[in-house]
């Protein structure tokens, strides 16, 4: 059972770059799911999070209007679409699956995490 996050890599500021997560061992339609980043010195964020269906989501202030997150559960996959990046969403980006089926906030609430994918933005 794991995750698979891709999609990551070197952009400029402004760019737009989209991530993948695709489970596999497992289905998880009827589980949240979760964006997270760790920036260099800082702790793991959350990014973006659905509920089990993707009919509500939440986004951190920092990425709303610009990140919008999917869900494609008959592929077993979720997305982050990252638009009008800028340096500071530079981080290693982490999705996870989470214990509910609600959407949830913290990292404790969530149980399976891939191994992160980095992004670079570059001013």
């Known amino acids: 059972v794991q995750l698979q996050a891709s999609g990551g890599g070197s952009v400029q500021a402004g760019g737009s770059l989209r991530l993948s997560c695709a489970a596999s061992g497992r289905t998880f339609y009827n589980v949240g799911m979760g964006w997270f980043r760790r920036a260099p010195g800082k702790e793991r964020e959350i990014v973006a999070a659905h509920n089990w269906s993707g009919t509500r989501t939440y986004y951190a202030d920092s990425v709303k209007g610009r990140f919008t997150m999917s869900r494609d559960n008959a592929k077993n996959t979720v997305y982050l679409q990252m638009n009008r990046l800028e340096p500071e969403d530079t981080a290693i980006y982490y999705c996870?699956?989470?214990?509910?089926?609600?959407?949830?906030?913290?990292?404790?609430?969530?149980?399976?995490w891939g191994q992160g994918t980095l992004v670079t933005v570059s001013s």
């Open positions: 996870a699956a989470g214990i509910y089926s609600s959407l949830r906030l913290t990292t404790s609430e969530y149980d399976l």
